[in-house]
């Protein structure tokens, strides 16, 4: 529950951050004919705000390959519980789910649902 509203947080992060900053912006436009100096204000805070929400969001990644790591080491597919139904593809230790399709790299980040790639045939 608490690993699939983080999951789908990370997905739509960079949109919820795009919407707070238009929010913002919205704002600060407003404030230019009230009182200019708060468009001042919010314009570094929002600049100095770009590194707090960089951060956030290495923070929940970092939580969520942590969580996926775990689950994927006990043998259960962090997407949609199903258990020895994971597969290890290639040398670089990806995962995938034989009953979803969903990916993972190593360090159990998600890369997504990957079509299988087809063998180069040789002539
Ligand atoms: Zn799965």
Request: glycine share 8%; with cysteine; proline share 3%.
């Amino acid at each position: 529950m608490l690993l699939r509203l983080l999951r789908q947080l990370n997905r739509a992060y960079g949109y919820a951050v795009f919407a707070i900053y238009l929010a913002a912006f919205g704002i600060a436009f407003l404030f230019v004919f009230i009182f200019p100096p708060a468009t001042l204000a919010m314009l570094f805070i929002s600049i100095f705000g770009l590194l707090f929400f960089n951060a956030l969001g290495f923070v929940l990644r970092t939580i969520e390959r942590r969580w996926n790591r775990a689950r994927l080491a006990k043998g259960i597919c962090p997407v949609c519980g199903a258990a020895a139904l994971s597969s290890v593809i290639g040398h670089a230790g990806e995962t995938r789910c034989g009953m979803c399709d969903a990916c993972h790299d190593a360090q159990g980040a998600w890369i997504g649902s990957v079509a299988q790639e087809s063998e180069p045939v040789q002539a």
